[in-house]
């Protein structure tokens, strides 16, 4: 709650005037039955039709001064509710650019989308509705009890058995359908993450024939959405028939005891009428109340999840030293692991254990080794997107726990092994490498990374559209492009994660030739399950479940390593491996 205030503190005169004209609103509301009794009592028992126009006139300028003063309170209330939430969106999505690979893969990704969307609006809509009506409704529900005793004590008695009833049976209907609205917002958020699974796995659902299982799963989830939220939906059902019972039996008891006292002078029909409609306004408050109450229920259910998020801290504290790599600036290698061993969260073994080696600047590094034996993981402790549970990683003689990260990766060009482009025109993704690349080295870029022929043949050169994920383009050419977006910010520290694994062998080989001819000065790290890619290499990290097996040129590795030259032997030829050992 105290964040939420924070957010409204931003639009206090809102916050604030919001309540204040809804309540002036309800002022006007409030005469208005009386101005009805007189109407009935004065207006038509004497039948003085100028008298009646007159307090008609009135009624018609209250109902128009208190439509202005409820325009002008929503539009204070929204402006109020969408500030806050439009701030606490940014705030929302800029702690999460903050966490760590890590604390992205604890929560996933389906979670970070729902707390920003749906969350965050259940928050607004709550906001709104409670400035709107949060004084309203009860200033109505106790202004018209207190006009009802001020009109007649004794007939109001109705008021006084009524009213405490009503509220009893409202809130009694609002603890038991509370806890189960969260209940349905749970089971929202797993048939979300069931149709964001399928969705982005759609291919691989088709390739497996699994449509009709996958149907099935989601007919299930969206069948037990629906169970829970009927079984919601018939409780809080209750709550207008109910209400309504309640109220038409205080407005018989008003007319029973009104009448009478009608009949012996005590009382006129004026009064009489003035009495139901204060009941029947106090039918309506707090109806709106119950719906303002189930509102805020959801909304608080939606901030206290919203709250987990901005409570979690990145397990990576920013360093504050700046990065510098120009030539002669470095006091050590490039970079170098020193008895790193890095553990999963949640996970009960390392995937990488007791890791020592050194790049020197303008060496290239192969990385090789079988699937799950931590080729990835090694190449993303570089950059810092996870932290060495022990050990330390170090970039020019400074350890990356130090460095400001903004400073670290502007000094590294990462092409992961998912290519990932983004709506837009070729020139824009390139610039992700560099925000102010010119087109000659965008174009020296694609030149490099062997993607320079097929732009050319598409002939629109970097106005080149791009769909969302590159959708438009085969994976050779997403991931040729994601090479060329690294090597435009020419950086000293390449990293090429498995990103060749689309390309044929002699694309391939073209690729890494330009690479080793144009990156004069680069440590580059080649991350590849291809003996061919590796093989030129200055030196060969030789991984094997998450420890560092060998280190060494190809041809000492042929000698030395038998974990090697069983991976050699199941890709390259009897004569290739005689030639190069």
């Given at each position: 709650?105290?964040?939420?205030?924070?957010?409204?503190?931003?639009?206090?005169?809102?916050?604030?005037?919001?309540?204040?004209?809804?309540?002036?609103?309800?002022?006007?509301?409030?005469?208005?039955?009386?101005?009805?009794?007189?109407?009935?009592?004065?207006?038509?028992?004497?039948?003085?039709?100028?008298?009646?126009?007159?307090?008609?006139?009135?009624?018609?300028?209250?109902?128009?001064?208190?439509?202005?003063?409820?325009?002008?309170?929503?539009?204070?209330?929204?402006?109020?509710?969408?500030?806050?939430?439009?701030?606490?969106?940014?705030?929302?999505?800029?702690?999460?650019?903050?966490?760590?690979?890590?604390?992205?893969?604890?929560?996933?990704?389906?979670?970070?989308?729902?707390?920003?969307?749906?969350?965050?609006?259940?928050?607004?809509?709550?906001?709104?509705?409670?400035?709107?009506?949060?004084?309203?409704?009860?200033?109505?529900?106790?202004?018209?009890?207190?006009?009802?005793?001020?009109?007649?004590?004794?007939?109001?008695?109705?008021?006084?058995?009524?009213?405490?009833?009503?509220?009893?049976?409202?809130?009694?209907?609002?603890?038991?359908?509370?806890?189960?609205?969260?209940?349905?917002?749970?089971?929202?958020?797993?048939?979300?993450?069931?149709?964001?699974?399928?969705?982005?796995?759609?291919?691989?659902?088709?390739?497996?024939?699994?449509?009709?299982?996958?149907?099935?799963?989601?007919?299930d989830d969206s069948r037990e959405l629906?169970?829970?939220?009927?079984?919601?939906?018939?409780?809080?059902?209750?709550?207008?028939?109910?209400?309504?019972?309640?109220?038409?039996?205080?407005?018989?008891?008003?007319?029973?005891?009104?009448?009478?006292?009608?009949?012996?002078?005590?009382?006129?029909?004026?009064?009489?009428?003035?009495?139901?409609?204060?009941?029947?306004?106090?039918?309506?408050?707090?109806?709106?109340?119950?719906?303002?109450?189930?509102?805020?229920?959801?909304?608080?259910?939606?901030?206290?999840?919203?709250?987990?998020?901005?409570?979690?801290?990145?397990?990576?504290?920013?360093?504050?030293?700046?990065?510098?790599?120009?030539?002669?600036?470095?006091?050590?290698?490039?970079?170098?692991?020193?008895?790193?061993?890095?553990?999963?969260?949640?996970?009960?073994?390392?995937?990488?254990?007791?890791?020592?080696?050194?790049?020197?600047?303008?060496?290239?590094?192969?990385?090789?080794?079988?699937?799950?034996?931590?080729?990835?993981?090694?190449?993303?402790?570089?950059?810092?997107?996870?932290?060495?549970?022990?050990?330390?990683?170090?970039?020019?003689?400074?350890?990356?726990?130090?460095?400001?990260?903004?400073?670290?990766?502007?000094?590294?060009?990462?092409?992961?092994?998912?290519?990932?482009?983004?709506?837009?025109?070729?020139?824009?993704?390139?610039?992700?490498?560099?925000?102010?690349?010119?087109?000659?080295?965008?174009?020296?870029?694609?030149?490099?990374?062997?993607?320079?022929?097929f732009v050319d043949s598409r002939e629109?050169?970097?106005?080149?559209?791009?769909?969302?994920?590159?959708?438009?383009?085969?994976?050779?050419?997403?991931?040729?492009?994601?090479?060329?977006?690294?090597?435009?910010?020419?950086?000293?520290?390449?990293?090429?994660?498995?990103?060749?694994?689309?390309?044929?062998?002699?694309?391939?080989?073209?690729?890494?030739?330009?690479?080793?001819?144009?990156?004069?000065?680069?440590?580059?790290?080649?991350?590849?399950?291809?003996?061919?890619?590796?093989?030129?290499?200055?030196?060969?990290?030789?991984?094997?479940?998450?420890?560092?097996?060998?280190?060494?040129?190809?041809?000492?590795?042929?000698?030395?390593?038998?974990?090697?030259?069983?991976?050699?032997?199941?890709?390259?030829?009897?004569?290739?491996?005689?030639?190069?050992g």
């Amino acid at each position: 709650m105290k964040r939420l205030l924070h957010y409204l503190k931003k639009n206090r005169k809102e916050a604030i005037l919001a309540p204040l004209f809804k309540m002036l609103e309800a002022s006007f509301e409030l005469i208005i039955p009386l101005v009805v009794a007189r109407i009935i009592d004065v207006g038509i028992n004497s039948r003085d039709f100028g008298y009646i126009l007159r307090m008609g006139g009135l009624m018609i300028l209250l109902g128009v001064v208190g439509l202005a003063s409820s325009v002008t309170a929503q539009f204070f209330a929204a402006k109020a509710a969408t500030c806050a939430g439009t701030a606490m969106r940014n705030d929302l999505f800029a702690h999460i650019q903050s966490f760590s690979y890590q604390e992205i893969d604890r929560l996933g990704t389906s979670t970070l989308i729902t707390r920003m969307t749906s969350d965050i609006n259940q928050v607004q809509n709550g906001v709104n509705m409670f400035l709107r009506l949060f004084l309203r409704s009860p200033f109505v529900v106790i202004g018209a009890m207190i006009m009802a005793f001020a009109v007649d004590a004794h007939t109001a008695s109705a008021f006084g058995v009524s009213i405490p009833v009503l509220f009893a049976v409202v809130f009694a209907i609002l603890l038991v359908s509370m806890p189960l609205y969260r209940k349905v917002q749970q089971q929202l958020d797993r048939l979300l993450l069931s149709t964001r699974e399928n969705l982005l796995g759609v291919r691989v659902v088709r390739a497996f024939n699994r449509q009709k299982s996958e149907m099935q799963q989601f007919g299930d989830d969206s069948r037990e959405l629906y169970r829970r939220q009927i079984y919601v939906g018939k409780i809080s059902a209750l709550l207008n028939p109910v209400t309504y019972v309640i109220i038409n039996l205080g407005i018989i008891a008003i007319l029973w005891i009104g009448g009478g006292r009608v009949n012996i002078g005590m009382l006129s029909q004026g009064q009489v009428i003035a009495l139901i409609n204060y009941m029947s306004q106090i039918l309506v408050e707090l109806i709106k109340l119950a719906n303002l109450i189930i509102l805020l229920s959801r909304a608080s259910a939606s901030l206290n999840r919203v709250n987990s998020i901005f409570d979690i801290r990145s397990s990576l504290q920013e360093g504050s030293r700046i990065l510098d790599t120009s030539p002669g600036s470095a006091s050590g290698p490039m970079v170098a692991f020193r008895n790193v061993t890095f553990c999963y969260g949640g996970s009960r073994e390392p995937s990488l254990t007791d890791i020592t080696f050194e790049a020197a600047a303008g060496e290239t590094i192969g990385v090789i080794g079988g699937t799950g034996s931590g080729k990835t993981t090694l190449v993303n402790l570089i950059p810092r997107f996870y932290d060495a549970t022990s050990g330390s990683v170090e970039i020019a003689g400074q350890n990356v726990r130090e460095l400001d990260s903004t400073s670290l990766r502007a000094a590294i060009g990462i092409v992961p092994q998912r290519a990932a482009l983004f709506r837009g025109t070729l020139r824009d993704n390139m610039r992700w490498g560099k925000k102010d690349a010119s087109d000659e080295e965008i174009w020296q870029a694609l030149e490099i990374a062997q993607a320079r022929e097929f732009v050319d043949s598409r002939e629109m050169g970097l106005a080149l559209p791009i769909e969302q994920g590159g959708r438009n383009l085969s994976g050779g050419q997403k991931q040729r492009l994601t090479i060329a977006r690294a090597l435009v910010r020419n950086p000293r520290i390449l990293i090429l994660d498995d990103s060749a694994s689309a390309l044929d062998f002699a694309t391939d080989a073209r690729l890494r030739k330009a690479i080793h001819e144009h990156t004069e000065g680069t440590t580059v790290f080649l991350v590849s399950q291809r003996v061919a890619t590796v093989k030129n290499a200055d030196r060969i990290l030789v991984l094997d479940d998450g420890h560092l097996a060998a280190c060494g040129t190809h041809t000492e590795l042929l000698k030395s390593s038998e974990i090697y030259r069983e991976i050699c032997e199941s890709q390259l030829t009897r004569e290739e491996m005689e030639k190069d050992g």
